[in-house]
């Protein structure tokens, strides 16, 4: 990831949380209908939002200029999200849903550059997170 892909996926994040009011809700409903296998791991309500993704997400792509700092904070919360009985390949639908997410709420700003720039980052950040929750897992195989 580059200092140019780092800045267009923050500067687009900074514009999805300045319409978010229904950015989060849009992302759960893509990913109940895309991906409707992990609709039972939500045990709250998701209407209260219980899972912060996108304020979570923020924190996360506001420190991808440190990734010594951002890899632990990732990878703690991965390794939480085994207990929630998330699995490796959920991160796909997810990010899937994140990007289609993006593309909605962004509109016309989600140019190429900028999809381009957020799966480079999803996929980092989910890279991160899948090795620390369950990379000695696999390495049993
Ligand atoms: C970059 C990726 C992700 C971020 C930023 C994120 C963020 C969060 C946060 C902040 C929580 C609240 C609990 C905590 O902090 O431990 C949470 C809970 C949860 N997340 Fe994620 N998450 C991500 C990926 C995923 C994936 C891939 C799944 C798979 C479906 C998932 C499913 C869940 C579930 C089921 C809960 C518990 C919700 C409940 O108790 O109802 N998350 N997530």
Same mark, same amino acid.
């Given at each position: 990831m580059d200092a140019e892909t780092i800045a267009l996926v923050q500067r687009s994040f900074d514009k999805v949380v300045a319409n978010s009011e229904f950015t989060e809700q849009?992302?759960?409903?893509? *990913?109940?209908?895309?991906?409707? &296998?992990?609709?039972?791991? #939500?045990?709250?309500?998701? %209407? %209260? &939002?219980?899972?912060? #993704?996108?304020?979570?997400?923020?924190? *996360?792509?506001h420190s991808l200029d440190d990734l010594v700092t951002v890899i632990p904070i990732a990878g703690a919360l991965a390794r939480r999200h085994v207990e929630f009985g998330v699995r490796p390949e959920h991160y796909d639908a997810v990010g899937a849903s994140l990007i289609r997410t993006l593309?909605?709420? *962004?509109?016309?700003? #989600?140019?190429?550059e900028v999809?381009?720039?957020?799966?480079?980052?999803?996929?980092t950040l989910s890279a991160a997170m899948i090795e620390a929750a369950y990379g000695a897992e696999e390495e049993l195989d």
């Amino acid at each position: 990831m580059d200092a140019e892909t780092i800045a267009l996926v923050q500067r687009s994040f900074d514009k999805v949380v300045a319409n978010s009011e229904f950015t989060e809700q849009w992302f759960y409903a893509d *990913l109940l209908v895309s991906a409707p &296998q992990v609709k039972p791991l #939500f045990k709250g309500n998701m %209407e %209260e &939002q219980g899972m912060k #993704f996108l304020p979570t997400l923020g924190m *996360l792509v506001h420190s991808l200029d440190d990734l010594v700092t951002v890899i632990p904070i990732a990878g703690a919360l991965a390794r939480r999200h085994v207990e929630f009985g998330v699995r490796p390949e959920h991160y796909d639908a997810v990010g899937a849903s994140l990007i289609r997410t993006l593309e909605r709420s *962004l509109a016309a700003e #989600f140019t190429p550059e900028v999809r381009t720039a957020w799966e480079d980052a999803y996929t980092t950040l989910s890279a991160a997170m899948i090795e620390a929750a369950y990379g000695a897992e696999e390495e049993l195989d």
